[in-house]
C-alpha cells in the first residue's frame, strides 16, 4: 500500500524510509508490484524530507535516494529530488561544504555532461527543466562544463547569441566561478551599456558569482556608486550574502557601509 495513494491529499505521511527507498527506485521487486505513479514517488520523496525537517530521520537517507532519482528516465523526479532534497549550504562550516560540493558533482556530473548546454531539438521541456537545475548546480565546479561555460559566456557577451535565454544566467554564474578578471570586466562594461532594462540586473547579479576576494570586493562596491540604480545593484549584496564563498566579505562590506 502506498500513502497518500495518487499524492492528491494535504497531509504528511511518516514512512519506513527503507520501504520508501524501495518505492523511489523503480528498479526492486516492491516497486515493480506496487507500480507508483510519478506524482506518487515524487510525493514519497517530499514525505522523507519532511522527516528529515522535522528531525525525525537522517538527511543522509534523502540524499542516498537522490542519485536513482536523478538516472530516472523521467526527468521530473530527478528534478523533484534536486529541489526537494536541497542541501543547507548556508549552515555547513568550509569542510563540509567542500564535501557537499565535491559529492554534488560526483552524483550529477554524468547527468550533467549528458544533458550538456544546449537543448536538443528531442529534448521535453521537463527534460528542459532538469538541465537548468542540474547546469546551475553542477557547471560551476565541474572543470569541463565550466570551460564550456566560459566560451559560451564570451559570445554571448558579444552579440547575446550563443545559448538560449533561459540558460544565460547559469552560463555567466559557471563562467564567474574562473575569476578572470578581465571577464569581470566584459560583464560590467556590458552592464553599463545594457541593451534592456532587465538585462541590467542579469549582468550585476553575474559579476556577484566571481568568488576571488578582490572581485567580490569589486563587485559590492558598484552598490556605492552612482553607476547603477540601488534597487538593481543591491542584487550584488544579496547574492554575495547567500554564497558560501562570498559571504563573509559581504557581511563585512555590510558592517562598513550600513550608514
Do not use: C
Not at 529534448?123 to 561555460?149: K, N, T
Not at 572581485?215 to 554564497?243: C, H, M, N, P, Y
Amino acid at each position: 500500500m502506498i500513502p497518500n495513494a495518487d499524492a492528491t491529499a494535504y497531509y504528511r505521511s511518516v514512512l519506513d524510509d527503507k520501504q520508501a527507498r524501495r518505492l523511489l527506485d523503480a528498479r526492486p521487486p516492491v516497486a515493480r508490484m506496487a507500480h507508483p505513479t510519478i506524482a506518487e514517488r515524487m510525493m514519497t520523496f517530499s514525505d522523507l524530507r519532511a522527516m528529515v525537517d522535522r528531525a525525525e530521520l537522517g538527511i543522509d537517507v534523502v540524499l542516498a535516494a537522490i542519485p536513482a532519482l536523478v538516472a530516472d528516465p523521467d526527468p521530473r523526479l530527478g528534478r523533484w529530488a534536486l529541489v526537494a532534497g536541497q542541501l543547507p549550504f548556508s549552515g555547513l562550516d568550509d569542510e563540509l561544504y567542500a564535501a557537499s560540493r565535491a559529492w554534488l558533482v560526483h552524483v550529477l556530473g554524468p547527468k550533467a555532461r549528458a544533458l550538456g548546454w544546449q537543448r536538443r531539438p528531442h529534448d521535453s521541456d521537463d527534460e528542459h527543466r532538469l538541465r537548468q537545475v542540474v547546469m546551475s548546480i553542477v557547471a560551476r565546479e565541474e572543470p569541463h562544463l565550466r570551460g564550456q561555460a566560459e566560451k559560451l559566456a564570451d559570445r554571448w557577451l558579444v552579440d547575446r547569441t550563443g545559448i538560449a535565454d533561459d540558460m544565460v544566467d547559469a552560463v555567466l554564474s559557471a563562467a564567474g566561478r574562473g575569476n578572470d578578471p578581465a571577464r569581470f570586466d566584459r560583464i560590467l562594461a556590458a552592464a553599463k551599456a545594457p541593451r534592456d532594462r532587465t538585462e541590467v540586473k542579469r549582468l550585476l547579479v553575474a559579476l556577484a558569482a566571481f568568488t576571488d576576494p578582490a572581485l567580490a570586493k569589486r563587485a559590492l562596491g558598484l552598490t556605492l556608486t552612482t553607476d547603477f540604480d540601488l534597487r538593481e545593484s543591491s542584487a550584488i549584496i544579496d547574492r554575495s550574502l547567500v554564497q558560501h564563498e562570498t559571504r563573509e566579505i559581504a557581511l563585512a562590506f555590510l558592517e562598513q557601509h550600513i550608514d
